[in-house]
């Protein structure tokens, strides 16, 4: 079985700063390609945030470039999210989500975390 394991969410002050961790735990995995973060606002849809390939490659939405930075690392199968400077409009549940092949399974599949709540209020 793969599991996400979130942690690092919380409630920050307008212009503060949180670090998100997302670990894929199993024993499975043969390779993880793209890890990635969603986040949901209440009542709206859930919308990347950012990317990040095995090589490294990131990709940022509009809204958090240059505040936002994605990173991973790959012996311990754990994606990052360093937000900074984080505005009111940053609040929503946070997602990790990634694409990875297992031994013995010939398909890439999809998995997502469980989401960790990101408040951003005075």
């Known amino acids: 079985q793969v599991q996400l394991v979130e942690s690092g969410g919380g409630l920050v002050q307008p212009g503060g700063s949180l670090r998100l961790s997302c670990a894929v735990a199993s024993t499975t995995i043969f390779s993880i390609s793209v890890m990635a973060w969603y986040r949901q606002a209440p009542g709206k849809q859930r919308e990347l945030v950012a990317t990040?390939?095995?090589?490294?490659?990131?990709n940022y939405a509009d809204p958090v470039k240059a505040r936002f930075t994605i990173a991973r690392d790959n012996a311990k199968n754990t994606v990052y999210l360093q937000m900074n400077s984080l505005k009111p409009e940053d609040t929503a549940v946070y997602y990790c989500?990634?694409?990875?092949?297992?031994?013995?399974?010939?398909?890439?599949?999809?998995?997502w975390g469980q989401g960790t709540q990101v408040t951003v209020s005075s």
């Open positions: 990040i390939t095995n090589s490294g490659a990131t």
């Open positions: 989500n990634v694409d990875l092949r297992r031994y013995g399974v010939m398909l890439t599949e999809n998995y």
